[in-house]
């Protein structure tokens, strides 16, 4: 299996604005999040073994930190016509299974994956009061098959600290996963990963 890196977007960066379908079709926009209140945006898919080793940690983080106040979305931007496990059908059903209470989103054009330099699901970005980044980076050490327990430690303590009005540490690692899976020839200039499965 091929690990691909996050591209590790500079600290600092604003919030690209994205307006895409849940898996029912209904809109979520950035425009309609709070004013004044930190947001997570993941990036995930169906089918990786990296997003599948954090399906119920992912949960019920998630569940956790909406309740303290934590705007979290989840967008999918595999191209679905090499991987229909990913399509939004699939997504509505994953999402239910999953017990997530997170939007999680379609991007079909692959156009916010971009606007994000997301490259690898799971990607997680995380910004602060002001809409700028203040964390980008991993769950936490556990990987597939490496025997540590999942526990969100690296993303939570950013969440917390956020949540606080505290600053990020920037000492911060990539997450690592499959890459999106782009269509062909859309491929953005800062992505050099291999389609891992």
Known sequence: MVMTA????????DLPEFSLPDADGKQV??????AG????VMFICNHCPFVVHLQQALAQF??????????VIAISSNDVSTHPADAPEKMAEMAKKSGWTFPYLYDETQQVAKAFRAACTPDFFLFDQNHKLAYRGQFDDSRPGNGIEVTGAD????CD?????QP??????????????W???QEPDYFTGIAAE
Do not use: H, W
């Not at 990020?168 to 899976?181: D, W």
């Open 168 to 181: 990020v540490s920037e000492s911060q690692k990539p997450s690592i996963g499959c890459n999106i899976k």
């Open 155 to 158: 993303l939570r303590s950013a």
């Open 62 to 71: 998630g569940s956790e930190y909406q309740e303290r106040g934590l705007s």
């Open 161 to 165: 600290a956020v949540l606080a009005g």
């Open 6 to 13: 996050s591209t590790m977007l500079p600290l600092g960066s």
């Open 29 to 34: 926009s950035t425009a309609d999040l709070p």
């Open 183 to 185: 269509k062909q020839g």
């Open 37 to 40: 209140k930190p947001v997570l």
